[in-house]
């Protein structure tokens, strides 16, 4: 099968959808002829033109709210936040106004609407640039929030999120985005709500989410070799979340380690934590593990970047805690 | 001033139609929201008839509009079900939001009223993105925003009057400008207060500073406005000047003087409306009030209609989160 980056792989999703759909646009600073800030977007001001891939002011408010209004009268959109580190700027437009306009208007508007913004660090971008804040929009309902960790995913969830009648944060990693990985090029959509398990495994549950999947199956391998079996499961859709598959791997291993770059207070982690102690509790035969970031801003160099993220020794030493 | 004689006669009486409208609903609101008959917070319209008035009777049923936690008087003038209207306010399920929102969010898609909404500010943004649906839809759809003076110091406003302005959308922002900020007098806060309309040049369109409580003066500047939106002219921003009659919300304490009240009460654009029609003899006195008894049974009618109507089911609460 051909290997496309995760970038072009979203980019792929969105050219697909939109030759579908005349009145779906994709909005956003940076998203024209420059080719959007983390080259997402790409060509596809070429090929559609400057109504339907608008570049917008730097008006975080005024880009989410244009993509709600429209969404509320016949269109669909894709708003491009390119660092989610800016969605504070549009918190207001996302919570309270997308998230909720379906449910206050009893369901006489919905809003589909996807906002597509990069999360995370590693890449030496300091404070403001490097956040991962997915946690946030798990607490709104009326939100969907997905972070698929591979192309496949990418370009499938991207389609089902285009094609959702509701608000979906989509988030991706900057450190996904060049990675390549196989896609098909016949039509196909991933739904949201299941979880997929990267890697099969009896001795203890490692659940990773976006970029740190990747980090959790170079750990597995890693234990592979030392005869301890590692079952990765990556979520992907946070809401809705897959409890099904998560609780059903953890009632086998008896073990967890949940693994996310954001930090480990008040993370997803905690949620998926509570859940499991909730409805398995009596299949865990160890603590829940969590691995997330230290409690501090990302300071930009790697010295200092590198000890408050979660590393792959950080998550090997938590599963090792536990066996 | 013109003479109501200059005006087609048609015209006169339908304004004149709604601001009594709005005018009797919301007293009508008043009277029962202090009697305790409803939950929460309720914010009126009072004061501010003819900016609505005169606005949508420019309007076609399919343009849109983005309305306030003020918006009752939107509502009226946009078409809205004082039945439904009115159950929502008593939160029944008959309401226009199943009776699950309130005074805050009166909505109904079906006459292109894009919701009122709790966030002052927050429906300039999305007024820009109907405006861009109808350039993507290509259709003569137009939008207007309603907001406050208060409002015009939100970030959104800034973002949306440029975005729309530069995008050359259909959108008219038509600020009623009671120069109240809820709790604080805006002029201590924005040294522009009297012409905010003043800003548009900011946006390089064109701006209204004008007599909001004159309704044809609203009437005729908005039919300029939406001409200009129609025909691909861009957007328009409209300063109204009017009064708030009571406090920010019911039950409020006002920060006014009874002095300050006693004035604004004074003016009055519906009573002084009716005035002006009663002296050049478009009405009589017995048209009067034929016309205000029928109105006030219709809203009696729908007070009756919400009062008889059933609540949600608790378990309601958990409806509409998500579209299917």
């Known amino acids: ?61 005024g880009i989410v709210g244009c993509a709600i209004g429209a969404a509320i009268t016949g269109c669909k959109a894709i708003a491009e936040i390119p660092f989610g580190d800016f969605l504070p700027l549009c918190m207001d437009m996302i919570v309270n106004q997308a998230a909720k306009f379906y449910y206050t208007f009893g369901g006489q508007m919905n809003v589909p609407i996807v906002i597509l913004t990069a999360m995370g660090g590693y890449i030496r971008a300091a404070e403001q640039h490097s956040q991962c804040l997915e946690s946030w929009f798990m607490h709104i309902p009326g939100l969907k929030l997905v972070a698929p960790s591979t192309p496949y995913e990418a370009k499938g969830m991207m389609k089902t999120a285009i094609n959702d009648p509701n608000p979906v944060i989509f988030t991706e990693h900057k450190k996904l985005l060049p990675m390549k990985g196989e896609v098909p090029e016949e039509e196909y959509t991933i739904p949201f709500g299941v979880a997929d398990i990267k890697k099969e495994g009896k ?75 909730d409805e398995a509790f009596g299949y865990l035969d160890a603590p829940i593990k969590r691995i997330g970031a230290k409690w501090a801003p990302l300071p930009f160099p790697s010295v200092l970047e590198d000890y408050v993220l979660p590393s792959e020794d950080d998550i090997e030493k938590a599963i090792k805690e536990i066996l | 001033m013109k003479s109501l004689k200059d005006f087609d006669r048609e015209i006169i009486l339908r304004l004149y139609e709604t601001m009594l409208k709005i005018r009797l609903f919301e007293r009508t609101q008043a009277r029962v929201f202090r009697a305790g008959e409803q939950e929460g917070f309720t914010h009126l319209y009072l004061g501010a008839e003819a900016v609505a008035t005169g606005v949508c009777a420019n309007l076609n049923k399919d343009d849109y509009i983005t309305s306030t ?63 861009y649906s109808i350039k993507l839809r290509g259709t003569k759809q137009v939008v207007v925003s309603f907001f406050g003076d208060g409002a ?20 008219i922002f038509v600020i009623e400008n009671n120069r109240l900020s809820c709790g604080v007098p805006t002029d201590t806060v924005c040294k522009v207060l009297e012409n905010l309309g003043d ?126």
Request: net charge negative.
């Open chain 2, 69 to 131: 936690h003020r918006g009752h008087g939107h509502m009226i003038a946009k078409g809205g079900d004082f039945k439904k209207m009115m159950a929502e306010l008593y939160g029944r399920s008959t309401g226009y939001c199943l009776g699950r929102s309130g005074s805050l969010h009166i909505a109904d898609r079906s006459i292109g009223v894009l919701g009122a909404n709790g966030i002052v500010g927050d429906g300039n943004p999305i007024a820009v993105g109907a405006g």
């Open chain 2, 199 to 324: 800003r548009a040049v900011a946006y390089g369109i064109q701006g209204e500073n004008i007599d909001g409580l004159d309704v044809l003066e609203v009437y005729t500047t908005a039919k300029a406005a939406v001409q200009r939106a129609r025909s691909g002219e861009g957007p328009t921003l409209i300063n109204c000047k009017i009064v708030r009659h009571r406090g920010h919300f019911e039950g409020d304490i006002d920060i006014r003087t009874q002095e300050e009240v006693d004035a604004a009460l004074k003016q009055d654009a519906v009573e002084s409306f009716e005035k002006r029609m009663l002296e050049e003899k478009i009405i009589s006195e017995k048209d009067v009030q034929e016309h205000r008894n029928r109105i006030q049974k219709m809203i009696d009618e729908a007070v009756e209609f919400a009062r008889k109507s059933p609540l949600p089911k608790p378990e309601d609460a958990l409806k509409f989160v998500y579209a299917e």
């Open chain 1, 203 to 277: 001795d203890v549950t490692l659940i990773a989410i976006s970029y740190l999947v990747h980090a959790a199956l170079s750990v597995a391998e890693k234990l592979e070799k030392e005869g301890i079996s590692v079952e990765v499961v990556d979520p992907r859709s946070l809401y809705p979340l897959d409890k099904h598959t998560i609780l059903e791997s953890v009632k086998k291993t008896g073990r967890v380690v949940i693994a996310h770059e954001a930090y480990v207070i008040g993370g997803v982690g905690g949620e998926l934590a509570a859940i499991i102690a």
């Open chain 2, 152 to 171: 015009t110091n939100q970030g959104t406003f800034h973002e949306s009057v440029n975005m729309a302005a530069s995008f050359n959308l259909p959108v």
């Open chain 1, 1 to 61: 099968m051909r290997t496309i980056m995760y970038r072009e792989a979203l980019r792929e999703a969105m050219i697909e959808e939109m030759k579908k759909d005349k009145y779906l646009f994709l909005i956003g600073y940076d998203v024209g002829k420059y080719g959007g800030e983390h080259r997402i977007s790409g060509n596809m001001f070429d090929i559609f033109g400057d109504a339907r891939v608008k570049n917008a002011p730097i008006s975080e408010q």
